[in-house]
């Protein structure tokens, strides 16, 4: 019975990146990052439609509004899944996680909240395998 190759070679580590704005940028409160911020992010069209659980008026992505460049940082995650699930308690998102939280999956090729195909193809050129973004709810 010989080595299989997947216990010889380690699995690569996915690339997962969060798109930003707002208070995430400088408050992260707990959402796990292997990266700093970068400010070459696609443009997405971010504007205050959201109330947050604190009853504030926060910057979500949506369908209209201003164009505004993103900023993004590689999650320390080992899915997408689990990016979702992270920015999605950083968000206090509790219902709608569906339309509260965005997604693209390069392996699968679906997006969520993707409505321009801005963020698939931007992903695509910084090789990123996924993403995750607040959009409106």
Do not use: Y
Request: hydrophobic share 35%; net charge neutral.
């Amino acid at each position: 019975m010989g080595i299989q190759d997947e216990d010889v070679m380690p699995k690569k580590k996915l690339k997962i990146a969060c798109l930003g704005w707002g208070s995430l940028i400088w408050n992260q409160n707990g959402l796990p990052l292997r990266s700093g911020w970068n400010e070459d992010g696609p443009d997405l069209t971010i504007e205050f439609a959201r109330e947050s659980s604190e009853k504030r008026i926060t910057l979500v992505i949506c369908d209209q509004g201003t164009g505004v460049r993103s900023l993004w940082a590689v999650m320390d995650v080992d899915t997408l899944e689990a990016g979702i699930s992270a920015l999605t308690k950083r968000e206090k998102v509790k219902k709608l996680i569906d339309t509260g939280i965005g997604h693209w999956d390069r392996l699968s090729g679906k997006s969520h909240n993707d409505r321009t195909g801005k963020i698939t193809s931007w992903a695509a050129a910084q090789e990123i395998d996924g993403v995750v973004l607040t959009c409106s709810l």
